[in-house]
């Protein structure tokens, strides 16, 4: 088995274990984006351990395409600083911005991009999950306002609900969207395993 392959069981063992909560019946979660749904998924949970993490930086390493052009890694603050410093570790070249809900009045980055981006720069944009594209959508925003190209996005767990896909795929165009592992796969792994 090739490191990555068990990288990636890791991380989805790690989701499945940790950060998936199914609601009791008849109740809904209401997720950050705003929705209700029976099942939420927070990957924070997952990435605080050190097994796991460590995986993820090998697995979301592994998704890059050799040939993509990137020197800042950016996304909303919190869920993606986790997956934006695990790069910098491996890529210490790149530079890491967070992307906040609401400007500070206070400090030196007192805009809503927090750390180090210029015009011109090339972003790879990270996520811990992706719903309805709301904080990434505004990560794109930012971002292309600062006068930066987007050249990808990569998504720790895409719910694959609610349009967040379509939605970013269409802001980010010519840009691809990736995802590491989707709501359903990791509800299959939990069912596999008789996780409850």
Same mark, same amino acid.
């Given at each position: 088995?090739?490191?990555?392959?068990?990288?990636?069981?890791?991380?989805?063992?790690?989701?499945?274990?940790?950060?998936?909560?199914?609601?009791?019946?008849?109740?809904?979660?209401?997720?950050?984006?705003?929705?209700?749904?029976?099942?939420?998924?927070?990957?924070?949970?997952?990435?605080?351990?050190?097994?796991?993490?460590?995986?993820?930086?090998?697995?979301?390493?592994?998704?890059?395409?050799?040939?993509?052009?990137?020197?800042?890694?950016?996304?909303?603050?919190?869920?993606?600083?986790?997956?934006?410093?695990?790069?910098?570790?491996?890529?210490?070249?790149?530079?890491?911005?967070?992307?906040?809900?609401?400007?500070?009045?206070?400090? *030196?980055?007192?805009?809503?991009?927090?750390?180090?981006?210029?015009?011109?720069?090339?972003?790879?944009?990270?996520?811990?999950?992706?719903?309805?594209?709301?904080?990434?959508?505004?990560?794109?925003?930012?971002?292309?306002?600062?006068?930066?190209?987007?050249?990808?996005?990569?998504?720790?767990?895409?719910?694959?609900? *609610?349009?967040?896909?379509?939605?970013?795929?269409?802001?980010?165009?010519?840009?691809?969207?990736?995802?590491?592992?989707?709501?359903?796969?990791?509800?299959?792994?939990?069912?596999?395993?008789?996780?409850?």
């Amino acid at each position: 088995m090739s490191y990555v392959v068990k990288a990636r069981e890791i991380v989805l063992q790690s989701l499945a274990e940790k950060a998936y909560k199914q609601a009791p019946r008849g109740k809904k979660f209401r997720l950050a984006s705003g929705k209700t749904s029976s099942v939420v998924v927070d990957a924070s949970l997952a990435m605080r351990y050190g097994t796991t993490f460590s995986a993820l930086k090998q697995v979301i390493d592994d998704m890059i395409p050799d040939n993509l052009e990137f020197n800042v890694v950016a996304g909303p603050a919190s869920g993606a600083d986790p997956l934006c410093s695990g790069l910098l570790e491996l890529w210490p070249e790149l530079r890491w911005c967070s992307i906040r809900k609401q400007a500070k009045n206070h400090g *030196f980055d007192k805009g809503l991009i927090t750390g180090p981006i210029e015009k011109g720069d090339r972003v790879l944009l990270l996520e811990d999950v992706l719903t309805t594209g709301r904080s990434l959508g505004r990560a794109v925003d930012e971002v292309k306002s600062a006068g930066c190209i987007i050249v990808g996005a990569v998504v720790l767990v895409d719910r694959r609900e *609610f349009g967040g896909r379509r939605t970013i795929e269409n802001l980010i165009k010519p840009a691809k969207l990736k995802s590491v592992f989707t709501l359903a796969e990791i509800r299959t792994f939990r069912k596999q395993h008789k996780i409850s």
